[in-house]
C-alpha cells in the first residue's frame, strides 16, 4: 500500500491552519475565564473569613454577595465548559479533515457539521461569560455611606 504524498498532507495542513488558529483563540478565552473564575473564588474566600464576625447590615451585605459569587461561579463554569467543548469540536475538525485527505474517505458534511457544532458552543459560551461580566459589574457597589454624598 502507497502511502500518502506529500503534497496531500501538505495540503491538509494548509487548509488545517484556519482551525488551529481558531483553537489558539479559544485558548485565550479560556484562559481569561480561569483568571475570572480565579478572582471570584479569592472573592469569595475573603468574604467568607468576614461572614462568622460580621453582623448587622455588614452580614446582609456579605450574605447578598456570597449570593451573587455562588451564582458567578455557575456562569463562568457554564461559559469555561461551554468553550472547552469548542475547542474539542474544532479539535475533531482538523481530525476529520487529516483523516478525509489522507483516507479518501467523502466526510465534507460531518466536518461542517462539527465546524458548525464548535461555532454555536462557543457562541453560547461568550453569551455566558458575557452575562458573568453584566453580573460582575451589577455586583460592584460602593456603599453609599463611605461615598459621603451627603457633604
Request: hydrophobic content about 55%; aromatic content about 6%; proline content about 3%.
Amino acid at each position: 500500500m502507497e502511502g500518502p504524498y506529500l503534497s496531500t498532507v501538505s495540503e491538509t495542513i494548509q487548509a488545517a491552519i484556519a482551525p488551529v488558529f481558531l483553537l489558539a483563540g479559544i485558548g485565550a478565552f479560556l484562559n481569561t475565564m480561569v483568571g475570572r473564575l480565579a478572582r471570584i473564588v479569592d472573592r469569595a474566600r475573603s468574604i467568607e473569613e468576614l461572614h462568622p464576625r460580621s453582623s448587622g447590615p455588614e452580614h446582609e451585605r456579605h450574605v447578598w454577595e456570597l449570593r451573587i459569587i455562588d451564582r458567578r461561579i455557575s456562569v463562568i463554569n457554564n461559559a469555561i465548559f461551554l468553550c472547552t467543548a469548542s475547542a474539542l469540536a474544532i479539535c475533531l475538525v482538523v481530525a476529520l479533515m487529516f483523516v478525509s485527505r489522507l483516507a479518501n474517505l467523502h466526510v465534507g458534511i460531518w466536518v461542517a457539521v462539527a465546524f458548525i457544532i464548535s461555532m454555536l458552543l462557543l457562541i453560547s459560551g461568550l453569551i455566558y461569560f458575557l452575562i458573568e461580566v453584566r453580573m460582575s459589574l451589577r455586583a460592584i457597589h460602593v456603599r453609599e455611606e463611605l461615598l459621603e454624598l451627603d457633604r
